[in-house]
Structure formats: structure tokens, C-alpha cells
């Protein structure tokens, strides 16, 4: 959602698993020049094509979102077979790296969680081994559940040099403008 020289996306929190919002304005630095001390973690679960998770009830799908559209072409290779090499077309432009149904955005929100206003990108992605045991077909929506997941080797976290700032809004900001 577009509006005011900002956009609006829905996000999931990383303690309880509840909807929240945050808030980007337009032309923020980015990457944002933060202190890594002054940042906190943004997780993308990237869904795979074959997971059964429903892409509609996931936070972003490749196509509208503008921001990660495709698994990175290194990332994708590494995993074999569970983001397939392709090129999407959005209105964003045209990508090419690994196809996957879409993502969801995880942070802390305060006072339970890991909670800033720049928060530092890490890409959550899923091994061949969740799709053989079907760790793949099911949302992460805690810390707790990701945790579990790194720790039966289902998913991998990739740390990227992207810290950007937003903020966490409430659900009117969201509403009031679809």
C-alpha cells in the first residue's frame, strides 16, 4: 500500500505471530547508514513453489511487492532444487535468480522483541531437507518455531548488507488507505 510518500505492508510478530505494520517512507537512504549496535533483525522466510503454504496469506508475493523478487542467483544455486533458476516479470521490472511463492516479513516488536527503526536484512531460506520432511509447507511465525527450524537444518539464515528504516504502525494506517 502507496500512499503519502510512504508504503505500508503488513509484517508478522516474531513473539506471539500476530499482524503488524510498518511503515517506509519514499527516497529513505538506502541502504540506511545505521549503527549495526542500532539495528535489529527483519527475517524473510522465502516460501518455495512446491510448500503448500497459500502465497495469498503470505506477506509478499514476487509480484507486489518491490522489493525481493527472487531468491539471489547464489543463494537459489546453493539450494538446488528448492528455489528453480527462472526469470519473473513484476511491475517492478524483470528478475532473474531462484522462483519462490512469496515471503513474509518477521520483527521484534517492542517490548517482547528485537525491536529499531533500522532494521538489518536476513534472508531465511529453506534446505532440501524441508521439502523431503515438510518443514517447507508451513508458515514461520515466531522466533521460536525459526529457531527449531535452523536447528533441524530446514532453513538457513543469510545475513545480506541491507539495513533499511520503517516503522511499526497500526493497523488504521494500513486500513484507512487500501
Given at each position: 500500500m502507496f500512499f503519502a510518500q510512504a508504503s505500508v505492508e503488513p509484517a508478522v510478530n516474531?513473539?506471539?505471530?500476530?499482524?503488524?505494520?510498518?511503515?517506509?517512507?519514499?527516497?529513505?537512504?538506502?541502504?540506511?547508514?545505521?549503527?549495526?549496535?542500532?539495528?535489529?533483525?527483519?527475517?524473510?522466510?522465502?516460501?518455495p513453489l512446491s510448500s503448500t503454504v497459500t502465497a495469498a496469506g503470505l506477506n509478499c508475493q514476487p509480484t507486489n511487492c518491490d522489493h525481493v523478487n527472487v531468491v539471489p542467483p547464489p543463494l537459489?544455486?546453493?539450494?538446488?532444487?528448492?528455489?528453480?533458476?527462472?526469470?519473473?516479470?513484476?511491475?517492478?521490472g524483470s528478475f532473474t535468480g531462484g522462483l519462490y511463492k512469496g515471503h513474509d516479513h518477521l520483527v521484534g516488536v517492542a517490548?517482547?522483541?528485537?525491536?529499531?527503526?533500522?532494521?538489518?536484512?536476513?534472508?531465511?531460506?529453506?534446505?532440501?531437507?524441508?521439502?523431503?520432511?515438510?518443514?517447507?509447507?508451513?508458515?514461520?511465525?515466531t522466533l521460536a518455531q525459526l529457531g527449531a527450524d535452523v536447528a533441524n537444518n530446514d532453513v538457513i539464515e543469510v545475513s545480506t548488507p541491507i539495513t533499511f528504516n520503517c516503522s511499526i504502525v497500526n493497523e488504521r494506517v494500513y486500513t484507512q488507505h487500501i
Open positions: 516474531d513473539a506471539d505471530g500476530s499482524t503488524v505494520y510498518l511503515l517506509t517512507p519514499n527516497n529513505a537512504p538506502f541502504p540506511s547508514n545505521a549503527n549495526p549496535v542500532a539495528t535489529a533483525p527483519l527475517y524473510l522466510p522465502m516460501y537459489a544455486a546453493a539450494l538446488g532444487p528448492v528455489y528453480p533458476s527462472g526469470t519473473i516479470s513484476t511491475p517492478f517490548p517482547t522483541g528485537d525491536f529499531n527503526v533500522a532494521w538489518h536484512v536476513i534472508l531465511v531460506a529453506f534446505t532440501p531437507k524441508a521439502l523431503f520432511d515438510g518443514a517447507a509447507n508451513t508458515r514461520i511465525m
